[in-house]
């Protein structure tokens, strides 16, 4: 993995940011880091974006209770969108493309749906949250007590497998996860607050939607979506565009810099595909 020595960073909104290029006809990307993780994660990519597209404004996001972002009050789904909003509205941005990873895959879909957007790159994100949740809901004593690190071990061991990367990339995911149970917790409040079936609903509406608006729809996952998300792509967002990179894991943009900058590059480009547009 390349990464630069130093980024202009500076803060919007209360979220601190790396911030690189300038705002020309192509559409900026907006990056949000996955849960526990900061906006180092994305510094590999940047470099590599640099080089295939000179000045494209981008800028990445330390989330509310990470990085050099101050914890929150709420870290629901709804409050980080509208955070997220905050934040590229003080940075000027206009119909910006939103690449979530993990968690943030949700922050990065439900944003498009409520904001103007060029489109979304939705990194190892799930389209098929109930199993998910339900295990979650079954650990959730555990998770909020003092066995929380135990049980986070091996939700992650489970979640990131690691043993599919390059043990650079192990090296920074080890070195980068910062989990904070109030953090944690704060983020899945949807996850316990909901039944499955709510949540489930609730992504199939956001899909719909997405159809609604002519919303581009990247995924890039690690492994091959299983049969039954096949079958929910299928059904709910056939135009989306699926990359599969084996060997990556959770973390195909940490894995491939170079090959995640080659797919972004030309999106939201002048002839590219018109903004999704957000009916008020």
């Known amino acids: 993995m390349t990464q630069p020595e130093a980024l202009p960073s500076t803060t919007y909104a209360g979220l601190a940011a790396d911030d690189v290029g300038r705002s020309d006809e192509r559409a900026p990307i907006v990056f949000l880091h996955g849960l526990t993780f900061d906006r ?15 000045g494209r404004r981008a800028i990445a996001l330390d989330l509310p209770g990470h990085g050099e972002s101050r914890d929150a009050s709420s870290y629901t789904l709804e409050v980080t969108v509208e955070r997220v909003h905050a934040a590229i509205i003080e940075a000027d941005l206009r119909d910006p493309i939103l690449v979530g990873h993990s968690a943030s895959s949700s922050v990065a879909a439900m944003y498009a749906t409520q904001h103007q957007t060029s489109g979304i790159v939705l990194v190892e994100g799930t389209f098929l949250v109930a199993v998910f949740a339900e295990m979650l809901r079954s650990l959730e004593p555990v998770l909020r007590g003092p066995g929380f690190g ?17 043990a650079d990339v192990r090296s920074f995911v080890e070195a980068t996860s910062r989990p904070r149970q109030v953090v944690v917790l704060g983020y899945w409040q949807d996850l316990f607050a909901r039944t499955p079936a709510e949540l489930q609903a609730w992504l199939d509406e956001g899909a719909a939607r997405m159809r609604q608006i002519g919303l581009p729809v990247t995924s890039v996952v690690g492994q091959d979506p299983s049969a039954d998300e096949a079958a929910w792509l299928e059904a709910n967002l056939p135009e989306a565009r699926i990359e599969v990179w084996p060997g990556s894991g959770h973390f ?16 939201g480009l002048a002839s590219d595909l018109p903004v999704a547009s957000i009916s008020r």
């Open 150 to 166: 135990a049980a986070w071990s091996r939700i992650s061991e489970y979640a990131f497998r690691l043993d599919e990367v390059p």
């Open 252 to 267: 195909p943009h940490l894995a491939h810099p170079r090959a995640f900058a080659e797919l972004l590059a030309p999106m």
């Open 40 to 54: 180092t994660m994305w510094r590999p990519t940047l470099a590599e974006l640099e080089r295939l597209d000179p």
